[in-house]
């Protein structure tokens, strides 16, 4: 089973910076994507940052110029600088990797880490 642990969270002011990390474990072969998404207070789940395993990159417009993702082995990390009030959102990293157990590529989401943005 492949597990993902989020840490990163937190209260940030805006104009702040926090980084978020997602470390994965379990039984598990190669790692394909990686991505972090987000979920504000009463709306959908959307992609905010995807890394494939070339380490080629994709952010979200609202995103862009402000968030970095990156990956090192079983981690992913999403930078972001400048935050603002609208990044309030629980964050969530998604990881497709090979499920030793099952012998598939599986999609593994984490737990969710909040991050909250005062004005």
């Known amino acids: 089973q492949v597990r993902l642990v989020e840490s990163g969270g937190g209260l940030v002011q805006a104009g702040g910076s926090l980084r978020l990390s997602c470390a994965v474990s379990?039984?598990?072969?190669?790692?394909?994507?990686m991505a972090w998404y987000r979920q504000p207070p009463g709306k959908q789940r959307d992609l905010v940052a995807l890394?494939?395993?070339?380490?080629n990159t994709n952010l979200a417009d609202s995103v862009k110029g402000r968030f970095s993702i990156s990956r090192d082995n079983a981690k992913v990390y999403l930078q972001m600088n400048s935050l603002k009030p609208e990044d309030t959102a629980v964050y969530y990293c998604?990881?497709?990797?090979?499920?030793?157990?099952?012998?598939?590529?599986?999609?593994?989401w984490g737990q969710g880490t909040l991050v909250t943005v005062s004005s």
């Open positions: 379990g039984a598990f072969g190669s790692i394909s994507r």
């Open positions: 998604k990881v497709e990797a090979f499920d030793l157990r099952t012998q598939r590529f599986a999609n593994a």
């Open positions: 890394i494939t395993a070339t380490g």
